[in-house]
């Protein structure tokens, strides 16, 4: 009988060791080691296509960097201009993209979504969750099938292919083996592939059960030779577990070109597609979906969305003027603070840094004299986003403070600004695209920092022309500033 093959490989990073480990070296966890079967055929390569020929290894030369001829990628524009943004304008052909996110938050809804509505295109979406069925009655719901082009069940030879013998059209397979679906996908010929879900999948190459570090890194690498050899675009789509990380193996962000995260707070209906890694464009973009009955639709216009209808102006509640991506967003940022009913003042903030909290409000006892440290303080970003740009400071201290005296902040009035340590209020980049929009949705007054002018001794392209706009701009140098003008 052979030798069984078997390798220590850590769950959380994909390290791999000969001998059990305690502690992986290589991410400092403990306890993550399992033992998985590998079986290595005769030190080969297999191939995509599964011919049990080994892909010969050429030897590159060196060449000159300007010697490389490069074309522009072709990108495939997908109906769901969302998506579109966030990969950087398509899906580039040969590109293997990974969506990652928490269980039922919507990945296969979008993806399938996207697959029914690919005009002109033959997709092919594996599925190794759901049946055929199940999947079908999802895409009813979705949208109402096409009469042509519809979605074409694979496995049932009973129905005739829809879409004029299936010239386009979305093609579902339940399958797990990626020795079959490149089988299919042989016979199919499709123009993009969508994997639900990487963690489903096994190759016959390797031994271990699917889901594991070692099969994902195989199933991957495999769809990743498919995906540069054949130049079609693969779509995988990743379970995430509970600390966020794109469950078991790390090592996937570094094979795929591009990583996608759908992200949101279930109880919430808005969704949020972000580019964590994109070789193709730029990493900060942001698509915002709501999730419906009928599937989910893109948000165009997400200021309107994320600030709250109110009659009167209440105390807590500011608006403040980010930045995510390229693309100007007013959200609504909330503080409570109250009197502690306990020694240990509780600290809470929702879609917020609890850090930068605490350091907006050791400024605010520091410079402002506001005695915070026995008050409970809660903040929340409505619309469970989550935001890192440092401008909405401004406006989360200007929520604090107006929560602490119990005085409300006027309304269209919005801020953007960075609080620096010593209660300055520092330049944010962009201003001139936040003032824009805050008067587009109607603001009359906005506060930036002082620095942002055009007096200031800054740099060229920080510097802004006031005249353009209609909008009251209050430039402010210091917190305190702040305090007076919007309190007295
Ligand atoms: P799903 O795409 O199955 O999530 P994932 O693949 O990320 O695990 O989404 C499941 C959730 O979406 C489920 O809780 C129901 C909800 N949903 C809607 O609200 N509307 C819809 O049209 C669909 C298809 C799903
Ligand atoms: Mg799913």
């Known amino acids: 009988m052979a030798k069984v ?11 791999e060791s000969a001998k059990w480990l305690g ?3 290589s991410c400092q966890q403990w306890n993550t080691f399992v033992e998985e079967i590998i079986e290595k055929p005769n030190a080969s390569i297999p191939d995509w296509k599964n011919t049990g020929s080994t892909t010969q290894q050429r030897a590159n030369k060196a060449i000159a960097v300007h010697d490389i001829t490069v074309h522009e990628e072709q990108r495939y524009v997908t109906p769901d201009a969302e998506f579109n943004r966030v990969l950087g304008g398509g899906i580039v052909a040969g590109s293997l993209i990974l969506i990652g996110g928490e269980p039922g938050i919507g990945k296969s809804t979008l993806m399938l979504q996207l697959a029914l509505n690919m005009p002109k295109l033959k997709v092919l979406y594996v599925s190794g969750e759901e049946s055929e069925k199940q999947i079908k009655m999802r895409a009813e719901r979705l949208s109402p099938l096409p009469p042509k082009g519809g979605v074409n069940l694979q496995n049932e030879t009973s129905t005739p292919p829809l879409g004029g013998g299936g010239a386009s059209g979305c ?3 339940t399958e797990t083996s990626t020795q079959n679906i490149f089988k299919q996908i042989e016979q199919l010929e499709p123009e993009l592939v969508v994997i639900d879900s990487i963690q489903t999948l096994y190759s016959s190459h ?4 699917p889901g594991s570090v070692s099969q994902v890194r195989e199933c991957t690498a495999e769809l990743l030779r498919f995906a540069k050899e054949s130049g079609t675009p693969v779509i995988l789509i990743g379970h995430i577990t ?3 990380m794109i469950a078991g193996p790390k090592i996937l962000e ?9 992200e949101g707070d279930r109880h919430h209906v808005y969704r949020i597609l972000r580019a964590v890694k994109n070789r193709f464009g730029s990493a900060s973009e942001l698509g915002i979906y ?3 009955g009928v599937g989910l639709r893109e948000v165009s216009n997400p200021s309107e969305i994320l600030l709250s209808q109110r009659d009167e102006p209440l105390s807590g509640i500011t608006i403040s003027a980010t930045l995510e991506g390229m693309r100007p967003m007013l959200i609504e940022t909330q503080a409570l603070v109250s009197t502690s009913p306990y020694g240990t003042p509780q600290r809470s903030a929702t879609g917020f840094d609890t850090r930068r ?6 400024v605010l006892e520091k410079r402002c004299g506001f005695r915070l440290g026995a008050k409970d303080v809660f903040l929340n970003i409505t619309g469970g986003i989550r935001v890192e740009d440092p401008a909405i400071d401004l406006g989360l201290a200007a929520a604090i403070i107006s929560s602490h005296e119990d005085m409300p902040i006027p309304f269209k009035t919005c801020f953007a600004g960075e609080l620096g340590l010593s209660g300055e209020i520092r330049a944010v980049n962009r201003v001139e695209q936040r003032i824009a929009e805050a008067q587009k949705l109607g603001f009359e007054k906005i506060f930036i920092s002082k620095y942002n002018l055009p007096n200031a001794k800054q740099d060229k392209h920080q510097r802004i022309d006031l005249s353009r706009y209609t909008i009251e701009i209050i430039p402010v140098a210091s917190i305190e500033e702040v305090f007076s003008l919007l309190f007295g």
């Open 206 to 209: 390797i031994e271990s059960t």
């Open 23 to 25: 502690k992986c070296p």
């Open 254 to 262: 570094h094979m795929v070109d591009t990583v996608l995260q759908f």
């Open 357 to 362: 909290m605490n350091m907006l409000l050791a």
């Open 290 to 292: 709501e999730m419906l």
């Open 5 to 15: 093959k078997t390798s220590y490989f850590c769950q959380s990073c994909g390290y």
């Open 171 to 173: 093609f579902i397979l």
């Open 242 to 244: 509970k600390d966020g």
